[in-house]
């Protein structure tokens, strides 16, 4: 079976599946293997990865994953100790995580625990036997071996894991183990005397020089009546645990603590009280950034324009319609520690706004006097007192793009300015992608970082990761 190498896909695959994964609360592995999986699901035809097996119309074939798959899938060895009755709640613990657990019996796990109770908790066909041809005709264990996330040993007795530090691949359980390309984890049980012997020493410490991990043993009672001391396998829950944390390690929260303030999508200025002034924002961008800012960990507090968006996951949202109603709830949302003005406010607004419909009258057409908006962007980068310490614009430009955009930070006192083009020939506006510029002030000068075009949520990851390295980097330099 081949295997995929994340690194080595197209930048904007990359970007997508990051911000797919940071979104869902998963590792990029776990992203692919669920993307994969829905693409399965809605497949028309039948799924036949595996070809029957030869000569063998009544026997079973080796399962095969069907529907949405599994976030996760563990191969769970089970050796022969007493402590194998609690790999049948391991399986359980594993199994309520979302983890899909095939599981391997040795000969001598077969004396604990048997094979039916073990299918009947895991859902799957257990193995036990290298020389099963039902299973072997594909080379069933290095499919075992390497077509799961994680190895977990557990109970994995003295024998185990004597078998395994020294390459033996004699019985389905060490062929596995030495077969395999995926972490494995031990989850030893033994009794004190064998745990202290200076072969276990010996192979624990080969074991973990192979980089092999180890949860337990702990200390407590044995089985042997009267015997105690360090050997007794980990708790289920413990084991279960310890393989949720290396399949799933926690995201990267790069703005965890920091409060971020975003303003998305357009406003609307009201003429009469049917009849409104508009632009054609649909707030995609601004939505995307609060996004990633809330997957990169910050509170979110997203103060939106009339858009036809749902709320982002996780976000404080306050909708507002106007300029002043959204510079009102800017405002009232301050502090922060990062502040993004990504909404196409309305220039202007109509002073002389009717109470009621404007009637078509002989007069002619109603005589509209404009007022200008406030600049939300500007009065918060100039506030003295409750500045964000980073304060990023954007320039919506049709024209002279860089220069108007440099002119803008200097002239509302941004630190950062997001500049994109969105004259209609590059369906920005409304659209799905954008082509940005990050201008920002750097050792005293203004720099210009083009990016390459991307969908407004990759222009939101990349600008987010921007910020996060910001935040610990001291060469910020203030609005002058
Ligand atoms: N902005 C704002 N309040 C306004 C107008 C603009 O907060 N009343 C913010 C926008 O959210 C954006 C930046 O200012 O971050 C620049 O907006 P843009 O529409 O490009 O520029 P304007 O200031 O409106 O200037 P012009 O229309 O002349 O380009």
Same mark, same amino acid.
């Given at each position: ?55 063998? $119309? $009544? ?58 109770? #073990? ?38 007795? +003295? ?24 972490? &494995? ?12 012997? !200076? ?23 044995? +089985? ?28 990267p929260r790069p703005l965890a603590g920091k409060r971020v ?26 939505? +995307?950034?609060?996004?990633a800012a809330q997957a990169a960990g910050a509170e979110v ?13 996780? =976000?404080? =949202? ?19 520690d990062i *502040? ?22 002989? *007069? ?16 918060? !980068? ?8 980073? #304060? ?12 108007? !955009? ?15 083009? &969105? ?16 201008? $920002? ?6 720099? =210009? ?9 990759? &222009?939101?990851?990349?600008?987010v +990761?921007?910020i996060a390295?910001?935040v ?9």
């Open positions: 079976m081949a295997s995929l190498t994340i690194r080595k896909l197209d930048e904007g695959i990359k970007t997508y599946l990051r911000l797919r994964s940071a979104r869902n609360r998963r590792s990029v592995e776990e992203e692919v293997r669920v993307i994969l999986g829905e693409l399965i699901e809605g497949r028309e035809e039948p799924l036949t990865p595996f070809a029957a097996p030869p000569a063998a $119309s $009544s026997s079973t074939p080796m399962p095969q994953r069907s529907g949405a798959l599994p976030e996760a899938s563990v191969t769970l060895i089970i050796g022969g100790g007493i402590a194998a009755y609690k790999s049948l709640d391991l399986i359980r613990r594993l199994k309520e995580r979302r983890i899909e657990v095939r599981c391997v019996l040795t000969k001598a796990a077969q004396q604990f625990v048997t094979p039916l109770a #073990v299918s009947a908790l895991s859902h799957e066909r257990v193995y036990t036997d290298l020389f099963d041809p039902q299973s072997e005709f594909d080379a069933g264990h290095i499919r075992l071996a390497r077509e799961c996330d994680l190895i977990v040993v557990a109970p994995a007795t +003295a024998d185990l894991m004597a078998k395994m530090a020294n390459g033996h691949a004699d019985d389905l359980a060490s062929a596995i183990l030495l077969a395999t390309n995926r972490k &494995v984890l031990l989850a030893p049980a033994m009794n004190p005397l064998m745990w202290n012997n !200076a072969a276990t020493r010996r192979n624990v410490a080969q074991l973990q020089r192979d980089g092999v991990m180890l949860i337990g043993p702990n200390s407590g009672e044995m +089985a042997e009546a009267g015997e105690a001391g360090i050997g007794r396998m980990s708790e289920a829950i413990e084991i279960a645990a310890a393989a949720e944390r290396l399949l799933r390690p926690p995201v303030l975003i303003t998305a999508g357009p406003t609307h200025e009201p003429i009469d009280p049917v009849r409104y002034i508009a632009n054609r924002s649909s707030g995609k961008q601004g939505f +995307a950034i609060a996004a507090i997203l103060v939106s324009g009339p858009v036809d968006l749902g709320d982002p996951h996780g =976000v404080t =949202v306050k909708h507002v319609e106007s300029a002043r109603q959204m510079l009102e709830q800017v405002q009232a949302v301050l502090p922060a *502040a993004i003005f990504a909404a196409a406010v309305a220039d202007w607004r109509v002073a002389n706004e009717g109470e009621q419909k404007l009637k078509k009258t002989s *007069a002619g057409m109603p005589p509209l006097q404009l007022v200008e908006n406030p600049d939300i962007l500007a009065t918060i !980068a100039k506030l003295t007192d409750k500045r964000p310490p980073l #304060v990023i614009g954007f320039a919506a430009e049709t024209e002279h793009l860089i220069d108007n !955009a440099k002119s803008k930070l200097a002239r509302k006192g941004c630190d950062w300015i997001v500049a994109n083009d &969105v004259s209609p020939a590059t369906g920005v506006m409304g659209g799905d992608r954008n082509t940005v510029h990050l201008i $920002s002030r750097k050792d005293g000068e203004i720099a =210009v970082d083009s990016w390459p075009v991307m969908t407004k949520e990759q &222009v939101a990851i990349e600008l +990761a921007h390295k910001s610990t980097d001291k060469s910020l330099e203030p609005a002058s």
